[in-house]
């Protein structure tokens, strides 16, 4: 295999006409539109990512494009699953306790016995709904069509009174932009948590604020809109809620994962194999 | 059944010679030494509580003691993992950069891959340990004395070097006392997690603060040694750790297992069966 390093950006490197399989760095966006365009051998776009939205009008038409799906699965699911416990237990309340020298017990509930509904049944969707399960909750997974064991998108608005909790991991697409809405929100009960680990989009900031600062709902977010927050915007004060700056992915071991899967992905290509994570049309 | 409430404390009540069965109250100690003695039917003393260490020196010879094993155990490992995660990914530290609104990521492991000592084997530290392997991390646990799969007591120092994490969850005895000394900390290697949500007493908490101040280690303690540290103690602002206000136990559904297993007890009692959850010497 030749090796030519290229990010995508500026002008095309000697040998470029020769690339059959493009592999994008995942600390840094796509490149600009029509960068791979008319590269005469592409044949695959390999991204490290779990999302792939942002190549949306990027990748050349006809070109398949596959996701990293897995590489930053588990370290993504074991934050939605830090998160949800850091607010059922109150850890960030003690946190602020102990800054002051106080200790004091919050009123504070658990997961174990909660209903937890994860959106998305994918991998991350997958390893939450697993983790939650060993935790003693009962999970309740979703996916874009039923089958035995997962609800629809279309049971959601049927399902939310019924859960405590509720867990995104969808890619952010059309279908799902600010799918988390007022009237989403609406429907969760009294002292609900709303988690995401997704993509900021998904949810309607504006919509979610009224809920928290009403002390309604809590959320837990790793991931905004907009992202990050501007330094005066009303989510970093907002009651409820408690933030990570995205950092879902990159956990340690995600390179040795990305490598093993670039390996396998260029050993298949070599070999005329299908290649896995395909991104399907209409992501 | 008959039902006399009382808590032990102040003088006894109508009918106390006729006493069989008695039910601490969970929410404040044990009564005053010899305040059981001399009931002349007392078969039982049912605690509320999985720590039964205060009782020592209260319990009347001869009168079997029974623990609440298993009323908080689910709410107590569960708080093991959270507090567990929220270190390992840096919650704290969010929480503090939120409060800053400073969207800033953190050098962060995570709970996946790595090895996790957890020293206890009984109904919590098998919990922990079904958890942390739902989370895709690797548990070893310690009993008193080996058995398959599980490592003894003294077996802990030679393991210590290769476990990043290592939960306590064993009683708090005179063989326990102070386990977590000083060279205890320093067979774990650069950069462990030392969590404890068992009793303040098993750590020498001058030692632990030697090595939090160096920031070669990580501590997260639901319960510490004095308890709580008075306003001007060293750990509140010690750097490494994190500190939840022993909220270990008490987590909603406590009180519907403690009222399952008491009567339990007392049909078991009534019955002429055996009962569960007999403290044995030497506790």
Redesign the interface.
């Known amino acids: 295999v030749r090796v030519i390093v290229w990010d995508g950006n500026g002008k095309r490197p000697t040998g470029a006409d020769e690339i059959e399989f493009f592999v994008a760095r995942y600390d840094i966006g796509p490149p600009p539109a029509g960068a791979l365009a008319g590269l005469p051998k592409l044949r695959a776009v390999q991204l490290l990512s779990a999302g792939v939205e942002h190549w949306v009008g990027v990748q050349p038409a006809g070109v398949p494009l596959f996701s990293g799906r897995g590489v930053h699965g ?2 993504t699911a ?2 939605a ?3 949800m ?2 607010i ?5 309340a ?6 002051a ?1 106080r ?4 009123p ?6 909660q209903r937890v509904l994860v959106i998305g049944s994918g991998d991350i969707g997958t390893r939450i709904a ?2 939650v ?4 909750a009962e999970a309740t997974m979703v996916a874009r069509t039923a089958r035995p064991g997962v609800a629809s998108l279309g049971d959601v608005p049927g399902l939310l009174p019924d859960f405590q909790v509720v867990a995104l991991a969808v890619p952010h697409t059309p279908e799902t932009d600010k799918m988390v809405d007022a009237r989403f929100l609406a429907a969760m009960p009294d002292g609900a948590l709303l988690v995401n680990v997704a993509r900021g989009a998904l949810v309607d900031t504006d919509a979610l604020l009224v809920e928290l600062n009403a002390r309604r709902l809590y959320a837990y977010l790793d991931v905004t809109d907009p992202e ?2 501007p ?2 915007h009303p989510l ?1 004060d907002a009651p409820n809620l ?6 879902g992915g990159g ?3 995600w390179h040795e994962r990305a490598f093993a899967l670039v390996r396998d992905q260029v050993l298949r290509f070599r070999a005329g194999q299908p290649l896995i994570n395909e991104v399907v049309a209409g992501y």
């Open positions: 588990q370290s074991e934050l699953v830090a998160g416990l850091a059922l237990r109150r850890l960030p003690y946190e602020q306790a102990r800054a020298h200790w004091q017990r919050e504070s509930g658990g997961l174990a016995g697993t983790a399960r060993a935790l003693e990050p927050p330094a005066n970093w408690f933030l990570t700056p995205h950092v956990a340690p071991g």
